[in-house]
Each structure stands twice: as structure tokens, then as C-alpha cells.
């Protein structure tokens, strides 16, 4: 299906036909111009990408743990000490809202978009390294991410209206946009883990690799407040299983 056939038929398909256009876009991301206007149809396509997700990460974990049990070869998970109310915060505020506006915000293409996005990478690589840094630079860097963060924010209230055109290399090379963010995505997730042992360690963030190109397909064919919120649900249920509520 060519680039118009995609922008053409984004909101008119079966249940089928739209598993059949996720597949193709994780094969192959394709470029829409605008995704589907909010309503009882879009709700109905989160709710499938959401349950689709859910399964596959399922089976992820299932075949890696299963793996892992004769191999061992995944990093243990980092034990952080917070409160109920400060995870709150974080899986179901700020992750969703700054992930998906760092990794798939600028997926539009347009120039003030494209800018946001790399303040948005900046902010997020200073974040990720004050987790690992010395305790005396943690805050600092802390502090410095959430500057630019807020800093791009602003370039880009500023400029949303004006700077709208997409550039031809986007678009031509808008796959390996969504292949690199997704990657991106799953990688940084490594921060969750002790240090890796094992190159098969990284299948520790498969999971959220491929949930990361689901996100995208969320975030161009829905939008990015579904994006957000397909995002924000995947880590309710997450926080839900980790505290042992079901």
C-alpha cells in the first residue's frame, strides 16, 4: 500500500484489514499526513492496539523467561525505594507524558516538532544519565534536563504555528525514524537493570521495543494523546501486577 493509499484509508478499516496495517508498519513504518479524528471508532482501534500490545508483551515475557530459567542470561531488575504515591506519579504522569513527547512527539515531521523531539532526546540522555552518575551530580543533571525539557516546550509554543512544513527526507526516510526511536526506547529501559552480564541480556527490553513501535503506530495513526494514554495504561497495568492488586 503506497504512502496515499495509507493516508487515505487510516480511519475505514476492519478489524482485520487494521492488524493487517500494523503488521506493514512494524515491517515498514509508513508516513500520514493526519491521524484519525478522535471519536468512538479511534477509541475502538486504541483499545485493539492496547490489547494487542498486552498480548504480545505477554508472550515476550513468557519466551524470554522461559529462556532465561536453562540460560540465564537477563540482568536483575533495580529495586527502588518510592512510595505508592510517587510511582503514581511517575508510571502514569510523567513517563507517559515525557517519553511519548521525547520519542514520538515529533513524529509529524514538522520542523517545530523535529526540534522539540531533539530537545526532548537531550533532556531525556541527561536524565538517564543522572541515574547513573555520582550522587553529587545527580541533581544537577536532574535539574538540567528538566530545563531543556521545558526550554523545548517553549521553542516550540512559540514556533508550532509557524514552522508546520515536513521535510522531503522525513518522509523519505520516515522508517528509519520509527525503527530508531523504538530501538531507542527499549534501550533506555536498561536503566531499570543491573549491569548487563550477557549479550543476551538486552532481550531484558524486547518487551518494550516492540511496545515502543506499537506506541508509534498509536501516536501517528490516533494521535498523541491516544499515544499518551495507550502508554499510560500499559503502565497502570504494570504497577497493578507489581503491587499484587490482580
Known sequence: MGADDARARVG???????????????????????????????????LALFALDMAIDTLAYALIGAWDESAAFLPDPIEYESTLAEDLIDF????????????????????????FGAYGMAAMGLLTASVFAAAEYTMPLTLAGIVLAFAGMIHWLCTRDT??????????????????????????????????????????????????????????????????????????????SDYGWW
Not at 528509519?176 to 533506555?188: E, K, Q
Open 92 to 115: 502514569l504522569i510523567f513517563a507517559p507524558i515525557m517519553e511519548e513527547l521525547a520519542f514520538r512527539g515529533w513524529l509529524t515531521g514538522r520542523l517545530a516538532a523535529l526540534r
Open 163 to 240: 514552522d508546520t512544513a515536513v521535510p522531503a527526507w522525513f518522509t523519505r526516510r520516515f522508517h528509519w525514524f520509527v525503527w530508531g526511536s523504538s530501538l531507542a526506547f527499549g534501550l533506555i529501559h536498561l536503566g531499570n537493570y543491573e549491569p548487563l552480564t550477557h549479550p543476551l541480556g538486552l532481550l531484558a527490553v524486547l518487551p518494550q521495543t516492540i511496545g515502543g513501535l506499537l506506541l508509534a503506530y498509536t501516536r501517528t495513526r490516533l494521535g498523541l494523546g491516544a499515544a499518551m494514554a495507550h502508554h499510560a495504561a500499559y503502565n497502570a497495568l504494570f504497577l497493578a
Open 12 to 46: 475505514v478499516m476492519g478489524l482485520r484489514e487494521r492488524l493487517a496495517d500494523i503488521a506493514r508498519f512494524a515491517m515498514r513504518p509508513s508516513y500520514v499526513i493526519q491521524p484519525m479524528a478522535w471519536g468512538r471508532p479511534a477509541a475502538l482501534v486504541l
